[in-house]
């Protein structure tokens, strides 16, 4: 369910995957519109990050159509890349480039103007300005986690793809997730994320997906 | 207590036995084969070396060899510690009131007789490949020991401390092989003869009296060692031990890299630079300005194929300098290794795949091919070839050596979700045996058309193959 008479950002139609014999995901539906955000529930293995990974290429669906922005979703375009920005839990860091260094690479690459401004105020954003010049493996988790979070926001997109984004953070930390959340359904964009957080559920989903139960 | 005792063992006696003497025999059937083997190249060398600077080198072959042994084994001690206690140990006993030194006296110990351990068998080696008598050779092995044991002593006693002389013992030891390089290269190298004389015992003698107060002192050195000087090296050593067992080596560089990061925790930050994919490469440039001693060590070893050349080495001159190429492209390929072994970050970037993880290869591949170009003047020397022939020889050499470089770093781990081989060991995921060949084998294919045609025809045909292996393994998925 949409609810706008727009073309969707994300469509994704009988989406079905399976491991061995056990089928994960059977035929799943649903778009996302910009400026909604659609959240994906459900309990452990239920396929919610098999979901999101086949979203984002990172796997290979079985069967199903996906389309962003009206275009078949491939992984391996560029400007596909340019417009889906993901952060799951298979995110690297390099091991040599500190928290800053790590943004501004990604700014930098994606060609944003003024990279430093806006890297800053990200930085401020996640409360990693004291952590600026850490490696990322002198970072705690959750410290980790921000900065992953943070890279998403330091460059242009269409898209936002979270896998469960509240772990590992704490209480202020989700407060501002959950508000930057909202900033970002505002501004016009599209957020697609996986969550057992009721509580980031009830505030920034416009669509709950339920996933089934695992077998 | 006796039946818990005697209901724990899993063999018998007898079976316990057995093993050890099947263990002693296939040491010394091998062994004897391993040393028929030096003595036979020991005597071809005899033969086929007669000219000044062969002989010259020919003798300087073991102290260079030792040389390299112990900065390897000492950079290895202090990466380590040199005394480490796994993280159980750090966890359970280190907080507890036990008295350290008598917990740790036997690290010590263990670890000092293991340098020694480690440089025996390279003393042995070269020195009989050198054709020392057997005196000779007994002296120079037990003397080289000593010393490797001496400086794992002073690493110990340096561990914990901030500054200490002995941190320098790797480096010296390295600036000492490149003068006996820089020697061979310049046709100035002296014939040193065995190691043997009273001052070469006496040396001897007093290095093992350092060794054995090195021993007995061991608690005391033991005592002051706090946690994080123990704890961070014994940490390293299941991650690397565990990638070790699988045989992926590229794991193995990975919980190093990541070692190295911890210990620094912070650096000075650097912004700016290009836009687009050449912000990687901008980010390797920084990485150089970071550590300087990586390019400095590369260009450094162009010793190693001048001092090839010196001797005569002709087309294995260029074997050598991929090589060399090969395995000192490696820790310039940081920023590849994290492209390549998760989607996660490479699909960070706007630009397809390849052209990612190429970014990836402009800076370290513009260093090993100036390194190639730079042997011109040693491949002139070697080789009947033109000056354009042999930069296009060299630079290709290069070449093939970031190839190989970035074979080893862009392979997979072994993968038991696929279909197994049998061995005697039990089931062996098919990539397994293979990823310790990994790079030596794209290595071979970039040396191989230069050793079989040493012009610039073979130097394009090994630059073609390498290009077109690096584009596949930066394509592919």
């Known amino acids: ?215 | 207590m006796r039946h818990w005792r005697r209901s724990r063992r899993t063999v018998t006696l007898s079976e316990a036995v057995q093993e050890v003497y099947i263990w002693l025999l296939a040491a010394l059937m091998l062994g004897s084969m391993l040393v028929s083997v030096l003595v036979n190249v020991s005597h071809l060398g005899d033969r086929s070396c007669a000219a000044s600077d062969c002989t010259a080198a020919r003798s300087l072959l073991p102290w260079l060899a030792v040389g390299t042994a112990l900065a390897g084994c000492w950079m290895l001690a202090r990466m380590l510690g040199p005394v480490a206690v796994s993280p159980g140990v750090a966890s359970w006993l280190m907080p507890t009131p036990v008295d350290r030194g008598e917990l740790l006296r036997g690290r010590v110990r263990s670890t000092t007789l293991l340098g020694a351990m480690a440089v025996a068998p390279v003393a042995a080696a070269t020195a009989t490949l050198a054709g020392y008598d057997v005196s000779d050779l007994l002296l120079f092995t037990v003397g080289t020991a000593a010393l490797a044991s001496c400086g794992i002593g002073a690493l110990a006693h340096a561990q914990g401390r901030a500054r200490h002389p002995a941190r320098l013992l790797a480096p010296a030891s390295l600036i000492a092989v490149g003068a006996g390089l820089a020697a061979i290269a310049a046709s100035r190298a002296p014939e040193l003869g065995g190691a043997g004389g009273s001052l070469a015992l006496a040396s001897v003698a007093a290095l093992w009296v350092g060794v054995v107060g090195v021993l007995l002192r061991a608690q005391h050195l033991a005592q002051r060692l706090r946690v994080a000087d123990v704890a961070p090296g014994g940490a390293l050593l299941p991650g690397v031990g565990g990638a070790l067992a699988s045989l992926d080596l590229a794991l193995a560089f990975d919980v190093v890299v990541a070692h190295g990061s911890r210990r620094r925790g912070a650096v000075t930050a650097v912004r700016g630079g290009p836009t687009g994919v050449a912000a990687l490469m901008w980010r390797d440039v920084v990485r150089l300005l970071r550590s300087p001693g990586r390019p400095l060590i590369l260009f450094a070893a162009l010793l190693v194929p001048y001092a090839m050349a010196a001797v005569g080495g002709g087309v294995v001159t260029l074997v050598v300098e991929v090589l060399v190429c090969f395995v000192l492209v490696i820790p310039l390929l940081v920023s590849l290794r994290v492209l390549a072994r998760s989607s996660g970050m490479v699909r960070m970037f706007p630009a397809p795949l390849g052209w990612t993880r190429a970014a990836a290869l402009v800076v370290p591949g513009a260093l090993v091919v100036a390194h190639g170009a730079l042997c011109v003047f040693a491949l002139r020397q070697t080789l009947d070839v033109t000056p354009v022939q042999a930069a296009a020889l060299g630079a290709s050499a290069g070449l093939a050596g970031l190839a190989a470089g970035t074979r080893w770093v862009t392979g997979r781990p072994p993968d038991y979700g696929r279909p197994l081989v049998s061995s005697p060991a039990g089931g062996v995921p098919t990539n397994l045996y293979g990823s310790v060949l990994r790079g030596f084998d794209v290595a071979v294919l970039g040396a191989v058309p230069m050793v079989l045609l040493p012009t610039s025809g073979g130097a394009m045909l090994s630059a073609g193959l390498c290009l077109v292996v690096v584009a596949w393994l930066c394509g592919r998925k």
Do not use: Y
């Open chain 1, 1 to 215: 369910m949409t609810g706008t008479a727009q073309r969707p950002v994300l469509r994704v139609v009988g989406l079905t995957q399976s491991f061995g014999d056990h089928r994960v995901l059977d035929g799943l539906d649903f778009e996302v519109a910009a400026g909604t955000a659609t959240v994906l529930v459900g309990p452990n293995g239920s396929g919610k990050s098999t979901a999101l990974r086949c979203v984002t290429g990172a796997d290979q669906p079985q069967a199903g159509a996906l389309e962003l922005l009206g275009e078949p979703l491939d992984e391996l375009s560029p400007t596909i890349r340019a417009a889906m920005a993901v952060v799951m839990d298979d995110l690297d860091f390099f091991p040599d480039l500190t928290a800053i260094e790590h943004l501004d690479l990604f700014a930098r690459a994606h060609r944003v103007p003024d990279p430093e401004a806006l890297v800053d105020e990200v930085l401020s954003e996640v409360g990693l300005s004291a952590q600026a010049a850490q490696l990322p493996v002198s970072l705690s988790s959750g410290q980790r986690r921000r900065l992953a979070l943070a890279s998403a926001f330091v460059r242009p997109r269409r898209l936002l793809v979270l896998d469960e984004p509240e772990q590992r953070l704490d209480a202020e930390g989700l407060d501002w997730l959950i508000g930057r959340l909202r900033a970002e359904k505002s501004a016009g964009l599209a957020i697609l994320l996986a969550s057992h957080s009721a509580d980031l559920v009830d505030a920034v989903a416009d669509q709950v997906v339920t996933l089934g139960r695992a077998t």
